[in-house]
């Protein structure tokens, strides 16, 4: 609602921008993992062995946003962006972002 009211307000630089992230029900998702082994006749969908294979080299992610968003330093929930890049199962994988950070490697 409160994009929505914003739109109008053209003192606000951020009218009508804002995103709604949806609260999905377990079914898609913690629901699934429970039954990851009969999720597909020819694969176990269990527990992302395909991630630990080759530690994460095999991995991309493509983001419509700057590498900094996903690099957080601190531990504050109220500083910008989050700590996706540093978690050690994603320092191996490739992100395909808007910019690049010249001092990591994995980003592009």
Same mark, same amino acid.
Request: positive net charge; charged residues 30%; hydrophobic residues 40%.
């Given at each position: 609602m409160r994009a929505l009211r914003t739109v109008e307000n053209k003192s606000d630089p951020c009218g009508g921008r804002y995103i709604?992230? +949806? %609260?999905?029900?377990?079914?898609?998702?913690? %629901?699934?993992?429970?039954?990851?082994?009969s #999720? =597909? #006749?020819?694969?176990n969908?269990?527990?992302?062995?395909e991630w630990s294979i080759m530690g994460?080299? %095999? +991995? @991309?992610?493509?983001a419509g946003r700057i590498t900094? %968003? @996903?690099?957080?330093a601190s531990d504050e929930e109220t500083d910008?962006?989050?700590? *996706?890049?540093? *978690?050690p199962t994603a320092?191996?994988? =490739?992100? #395909?972002v808007v910019e690049s950070s010249p001092w990591n490697e994995n980003d592009f």
């Open positions: 709604y992230v +949806h %609260d999905l029900p377990p079914r898609f998702n913690e %629901d699934m993992l429970k039954q990851c082994r #999720l =597909s #006749l020819w694969t969908m269990c527990k992302r062995p994460g080299k %095999d +991995h @991309f992610l493509v900094w %968003d @996903f690099r957080r910008w962006g989050n700590k *996706l890049l540093f *978690l320092k191996n994988m =490739s992100m #395909l």
